[in-house]
């Protein structure tokens, strides 16, 4: 198992719906779930970050977790053309505490 | 603005050389960071550093050292550089661990090794 797992996509969602992106993780000890997003040729940039269960909410993003599951998400609400970027599930591993990223899900928000 | 700063932005260089990326900070974070990224592969952690006299192997060392000149340098060399070492690289801090392992990231380097 990957240690920490995305669907690569493209995810494709109409502009105004929301786009929800999932990462599982495979350290059941870890504890900080951070989600980036980096637009083609950048830096990743910093959404959010969740250490506790449930929901997470900033702005349009919302951020849940599960770790009983070992699931994080992220949900994009009234998506916008620029939402479109990849996006990095990204796990603070509880046995090294070393930051193990998701491969990235490519969303594009069709207008 | 405290930032993370990488030089060069962009680099063609030849197989069998010796390169240099440099990364500097102005955030006061102890941890630095070397990643590369590919596309299909995602960002791999190459080397880091939770302090000065602190370096360790990530994922995919072979190939690449490191030198931590303080706190806020952090080198990255390809001692005989080959074509599959052509990708995107990016320099990041983090202020700790756990709650605190937000990496900053810098602009990143692109690198290409004919």
């Known amino acids: 198992q990957k240690e920490v797992e995305q669907n690569s996509g493209p995810l494709s969602v109409p502009e105004g719906a929301i786009a929800s992106l999932n990462c599982t993780y495979s350290d059941r000890g870890s504890q900080s779930f951070f989600w980036y997003r980096q637009y083609s040729g950048k830096s990743p940039e910093l959404i959010m970050f969740i250490y506790s269960n449930g929901d997470k909410e900033d702005g349009r993003f919302t951020a849940q977790l599960n770790k009983a599951s070992q699931y994080v998400s992220l949900l994009i609400r009234d998506s916008q053309p620029s939402d479109s970027a990849t996006y990095l599930c990204?796990?603070?591993?509880?046995?090294?505490?070393?930051?193990?990223f998701g491969k990235g899900t490519r969303l594009h928000i069709l207008p | 603005d405290a930032d993370v700063t990488q030089t060069p932005r962009n680099r063609i260089t030849k197989t069998g050389k010796r390169i240099m990326l440099e990364c500097s900070q102005t955030k006061g974070h102890d941890r630095m960071y070397w990643y590369r990224q590919d596309p299909g592969l995602g960002l791999r952690l190459i080397y880091y550093?939770?302090?000065?006299?602190?370096?360790n192997k990530g994922e995919i060392s072979d190939g690449y050292s490191v030198s931590r000149q303080a706190q806020a340098k952090f080198s990255l060399s390809l001692e005989s550089a080959i074509p599959n070492q052509t990708a995107l690289y990016f320099c990041?801090?983090?202020?700790?661990?756990?709650?605190?392992?937000?990496?900053?990231f810098g602009p990143g380097t692109r690198l290409t090794v004919l």
């Open positions: 550093s939770f302090d000065v006299k602190d370096i």
């Open positions: 990041a801090t983090s202020l700790g661990g756990g709650e605190y392992n937000e990496q900053f």
């Open positions: 990204a796990v603070n591993m509880n046995r090294d505490d070393k930051i193990i």
